[in-house]
């Protein structure tokens, strides 16, 4: 593949990324959060409820930094805080997952029909190259996340 080719889709790849945080910030706003919240949220109802520290750890967030999100969330009643039965240390941060489906389904209501719409579009072939850029690419983010934060 020559140099021209891959300088294409790096900045395509970009754009996509820049876009992405675009499009989110928006629907974070309309949603009454920022972006980032908005993403954070993502991350509960996608991993199902955690440890304030797990969530600092998968952000990358300081618990400082995590108890001011949780407070946030909380006065929205979008998470609930529960203390571990089994070392009250703990605190246990589970979604609410009703109340923020609620929330943003609606927002991405067109964004997700137009998105299928667009993939449905493809043949199975040009899926399945999809798939595997997407995959691979986000095994290459996660391997550089994990370096840059070890090396904290």
């Given at each position: 593949?020559?140099?021209?080719?891959?300088?294409?889709?790096?900045?395509?790849?970009?754009?996509?990324?820049?876009?992405?945080?675009?499009?989110?910030?928006?629907?974070?706003?309309?949603?009454?959060?920022?972006?980032?919240?908005?993403?954070?949220?993502?991350?509960?109802?996608?991993?199902?409820?955690?440890?304030?520290?797990?969530?600092?750890?998968?952000?990358?967030?300081?618990?400082?930094?995590?108890?001011?999100?949780?407070?946030?969330?909380?006065?929205?009643?979008?998470?609930?805080?529960?203390?571990?039965?089994?070392?009250?240390?703990?605190?246990?941060?589970?979604?609410n997952t009703?109340?923020?489906?609620?929330?943003?389904?609606?927002?991405?209501?067109?964004?997700?029909?137009?998105?299928?719409?667009?993939?449905?579009?493809?043949?199975?072939?040009?899926?399945?190259?999809?798939?595997?850029?997407?995959s691979k690419a986000?095994?290459?983010?996660?391997?550089?996340?994990?370096?840059?934060?070890?090396?904290?």
């Open positions: 593949m020559n140099d021209d080719t891959i300088r294409r889709v790096r900045k395509l790849s970009q754009a996509y990324a820049y876009t992405s945080i675009q499009m989110h910030e928006a629907i974070g706003r309309k949603a009454g959060l920022s972006g980032t919240d908005h993403k954070y949220l993502g991350f509960l109802i996608e991993k199902g409820q955690m440890t304030a520290g797990e969530l600092a750890s998968l952000t990358g967030l300081t618990t400082g930094a995590v108890t001011g999100l949780i407070d946030r969330f909380e006065k929205k009643d979008l998470v609930k805080r529960q203390l571990d039965k089994d070392d009250r240390r703990k605190v246990i941060i589970l979604p009703e109340k923020i489906m609620a929330l943003f389904v609606p927002l991405y209501k067109e964004f997700r029909r137009k998105s299928e719409e667009l993939t449905a579009s493809f043949s199975e072939e040009e899926v399945k190259v999809i798939e595997a850029y997407f986000i095994d290459i983010m996660n391997e550089t996340t994990d370096q840059l934060n070890n090396q904290l």
